[in-house]
C-alpha cells in the first residue's frame, strides 16, 4: 500500500512564504511524476506546478516566478516553496504522485494541506 503524507500549510500574511512537503511510502518500485495541485472554495482543482522524472518543470501561469517545486528521489519526496504570497493562493494544497508499486502504476493523492494567506 502506497501513502502520500503532507505537511507545511498553515496561516501566512501577504508576501509571506511557506514550504510544503509530501513524502511518499509504502511498496515504491518508482516514482515518474510528483506535482501538486490546490482547489479554492468553489472552485475546481488546479494544477499549481508538475515535476516529471528529468523532465521539464510546469507551473501555472498565476504562479510563476513566486512558487518552486523541488524533489528529492531519495527520500521519495517532493517541495513546493511558496514565496511572496497572495490570498488569492489561498486553497487546499494537494500532492500528487504517478507510482510505479510492487503491483500497479497509478496516480496517488495527498490529503490535502491548508493554506491561508491573510493579514
Known amino acids: 500500500q502506497v501513502q502520500l503524507v503532507e505537511s507545511g500549510g498553515g496561516l501566512v500574511q501577504p508576501g509571506g512564504s511557506l514550504r510544503l512537503s509530501c513524502a511518499a511510502s509504502?511498496?515504491?518500485?518508482?516514482?515518474?511524476?510528483m506535482g501538486w495541485h490546490r482547489q479554492a472554495p468553489g472552485k475546481q482543482r488546479e494544477l499549481v506546478a508538475v515535476?516529471?522524472?528529468?523532465?521539464?518543470?510546469t507551473y501555472a501561469d498565476s504562479v510563476k516566478d513566486r512558487f518552486t517545486i523541488s524533489r528529492d528521489n531519495a527520500k521519495n519526496t517532493v517541495y513546493l516553496q511558496m514565496n511572496n504570497l497572495k490570498p488569492e493562493d489561498t486553497a487546499v494544497y494537494y500532492c500528487?504522485?504517478?507510482?510505479?508499486?510492487?503491483?500497479?502504476?497509478?496516480?496517488?493523492w495527498g490529503q490535502g494541506t491548508q493554506v491561508t494567506v491573510s493579514s
Open positions: 500528487n504522485m504517478r507510482i510505479l508499486s510492487t503491483t500497479q502504476l497509478r496516480d496517488y
Open positions: 509504502g511498496s515504491i518500485f518508482s516514482i515518474y511524476t
Open positions: 515535476m516529471p522524472r528529468g523532465g521539464d518543470t
